[in-house]
Structure formats: structure tokens, C-alpha cells
């Protein structure tokens, strides 16, 4: 029972290229999320899963899109990175039976130069 | 809206002595307020959450938060610090008609001296 993982763990980019993060489940959680986690900035959301085939924005979307893949899997991706995009990326999930509480994977580490 | 205001963004403590993390929130709807530690280069994890029964709530490694209304208010305390409790400590709020939307402070980070 892993909970919430993610991949990579870290990663260096450059201006202008693009990748995608995975997110995995195995909480049978409806609601999944990614945040970035910014120096004095606490967690912002940028986009949500509700529930699998919806997704929504959050409070910093621009730059990111996102899929969910089914019921398992969230991924966010980068089509051309930026360097203001260089943070700290959290997935987290929620379910119902657990209420409000969400769940964090370990986080990945990005850096654009 | 709903936001949150965690005044202290460092706070330093000997072990042994009593901790005080302040959080403030503003929420136009009954608010649901949760706590969230962070160790360094690891993931959140659930410190206790308040979500509209006793106002007084535990939470795990001896930590306690009250919820005050009139003063809008959710400080998390801990009796006596522990060197493991040198982290980065985040207060949320949610709002209970959308369960989707979480709004995180800024942080506190706890420093815990020998």
C-alpha cells in the first residue's frame, strides 16, 4: 500500500522543453489535486481531479494542463518550462469516506534554467 | 473567500518549552481548518483538523489546536517541544460547500533548540 506516489523525483529542465509529472493512487480516492509549493508562498493549488474524466482550475493554471488518466492517475504536464516555473510539485488526493483530509506524495523537485 | 494568515513565519523554541503557532482565517461559510507538518524534502502530513464538532482538537505527537470563532482564530500548541518537531508547519482552511478548494498559509517554520 504506497498511498500517494510520484515521478520523477527530481528534475532539471531548460527554457523551453516540456515534460510530464505522474501522480499515482492506490486510496481508491475519488479527488486529486497538484499544487506547487513556493518559498514563503505555502501551496497553491493549480489544478483538480474531482472525480476521474473532470478536471478543473485552481489558483495558478497558467502554464500547466492536466489528465486524469482514470481513477489511479493525475498527470501534469509542461509544454514549453519556464523558469518561474522551477518549484517544488505536490499531488495530493482526497476521498470521501476520509472527509476533507488529503493525502501527499513525496513531492518533485523541478529547476528550469 | 477564504484565506489564512499564520503571523510567525519562523518561531524558535528550547526543548522542553512550550510551543505556539498562530493562524488566523477569514471564510464567508463555516470553515473546516486543518493542520499540516512538513519535515524537510518530504511530503504534508495531517497534524488534526477541526471540521465543525468539539472546538478543542487533538491531533497527533501531542499537538492541539483551539478553534475560535469570535476571534477567527486556529493556533496549534504543543505542551512540550521535541527536537523532532523542527519542521514547517501549514494551516488551512476549506470551505465546507466546496471541499475542493483548500487554502494554505504560508508556513511557519519551528526551530527547537537543545
Known amino acids: 500500500n504506497a498511498g500517494v506516489t510520484q515521478t520523477p523525483k527530481f528534475q532539471v529542465l531548460k527554457t523551453g522543453q516540456s515534460m510530464t509529472l505522474q501522480c499515482a493512487q492506490d486510496?481508491?480516492?475519488?479527488?486529486m489535486y497538484w499544487y506547487r509549493q513556493d518559498p514563503g508562498m505555502g501551496l497553491r493549488l493549480i489544478y483538480y481531479s474531482a472525480s476521474e474524466g473532470t478536471t478543473d482550475k485552481g489558483e495558478v493554471p497558467n502554464g500547466y494542463n492536466v489528465s486524469r488518466l482514470n481513477k489511479r492517475e493525475f498527470s501534469l504536464r509542461l509544454e514549453s518550462a519556464a523558469p518561474s516555473q522551477t518549484s517544488v510539485y505536490f499531488c495530493?488526493?482526497?476521498?470521501?469516506?476520509?472527509?476533507?483530509?488529503?493525502?501527499f506524495g513525496p513531492g518533485t523537485r523541478l529547476l528550469v534554467l | 473567500a477564504q484565506s489564512v494568515t499564520q503571523l510567525d513565519s519562523h518561531v524558535s523554541v528550547s526543548e522542553g518549552t512550550p510551543v505556539l503557532l498562530r493562524c488566523n482565517y477569514s471564510s464567508s461559510y463555516s470553515p473546516s481548518l486543518f493542520w499540516y507538518v512538513q519535515h524537510p524534502n518530504k511530503g504534508l502530513q495531517l497534524l488534526l483538523k477541526?471540521?465543525?464538532?468539539?472546538?478543542l482538537v487533538k491531533g497527533i505527537n501531542g499537538f492541539e489546536a483551539e478553534f475560535k470563532k469570535s476571534e477567527t482564530s486556529f493556533h496549534l500548541t504543543k505542551p512540550s517541544a521535541h527536537m523532532s518537531d523542527a519542521a514547517e508547519y501549514f494551516c488551512v482552511v476549506s470551505d465546507r460547500r466546496n471541499f475542493n478548494k483548500f487554502y494554505f498559509g504560508s508556513g511557519t517554520k519551528l526551530n527547537v533548540k537543545p
Open positions: 477541526y471540521t465543525s464538532a468539539a472546538t
Open positions: 486510496m481508491n480516492h475519488n479527488s
Open positions: 495530493a488526493t482526497r476521498g470521501l469516506a476520509g472527509g476533507e483530509t488529503q493525502y
